[in-house]
């Protein structure tokens, strides 16, 4: 009975979020199509790679319930998560400080807002291992509820797309998004193929800039292509 009484409230709060948003927010509410349903999974993504390339050490931040942690099978593997999953409880800013172990795939999937999915990512290339790779969830928000920072949707994306765009500028950094799972950002230690030129505030963009040019912005990659590219 708690609980359901619990759900409520947060729908009631989403609601009021809704609602200030309308006059204080982004006036935009065209949407994409992207059917997450059809596409491959974070799972298949992850487990594709571990088996291809045999990796051994794997690290996820952000683990909620475990519900990719629990499906990843290889030889070493770490979660971070300061509520609940995985199996060290700290955030990931403390777990960077005191980490000295490095991995051939990370996975991020914690706070999902701009300025800590990019620090996240940062500090993950420290201690990627040579032709290691790391992924970044929910880069591809298909409408403006699931992108807006403070949540105000059940699903909920963030703005993690901006840390992508921005780090696309990178010239030691080769990023891509594979159309899949909600959008997976994939980065590599190495020269920048495709350097995105964007002199512009990152924070200043817009979910209509993203829509209009997300395809550029996140340089948009299939599950084939993926398989070439790693």
Known sequence: MGKMYFMKFIRFYYILKRISFFFFGEKFYKRLNYKWHTLPSRFDVINYLVKKNNYKSYLEIGCNKDDLFSKVFIEKKVGVDPNEGGNVRLTSDSFFNINTDTFDIIFIDGLHIYE?????????????????????????????????????????????????????????????????DRGIGVILNRSNKNLLSLDIDIKKLRFSDYYYNHEKLMNLISFDDFKELS
């Open 116 to 180: 800590q999915v990019k620090r996240d990512i940062l500090n993950s290339i420290n201690i990627l291992n040579d032709k290691g790779i790391i992924l970044v969830h929910d880069c591809l928000p298909n409408k403006i509820w699931e992108q807006n920072v403070p949540r105000m949707n059940g699903a909920w994306s963030g703005d993690v797309w901006k840390s992508i765009v921005d780090l696309r500028r990178n010239k030691n950094l080769d990023i891509y998004t594979l159309v899949a």
